[in-house]
């Protein structure tokens, strides 16, 4: 995938990774409510806890590494 591109195929239990900080670890995605909604994706990030992330962020700025079955 294109930087800039979007990513409409992330899914919950999906290991996630920031492609420009790749070092900064990996989240999975908890939840993703209403796609319309500015930050539908609930992950769980290295600190341990979940956030609530942007759509722009999580399908632009990201990379799935391991789809969830």
Known sequence: ?????????????DLIRDLRWPEDGIGMILEIVDRRKKEPYLVL???????????????????????AS
């Open 45 to 67: 990030c290295t600190d341990g806890k979940p956030h609530w992330l942007p759509k722009k962020y999580v399908e632009r700025g990201c990379e799935v590494i391991s789809e």
């Open 1 to 13: 995938m294109k930087n800039g591109a979007y990513n409409n195929s992330m899914n919950i239990g």
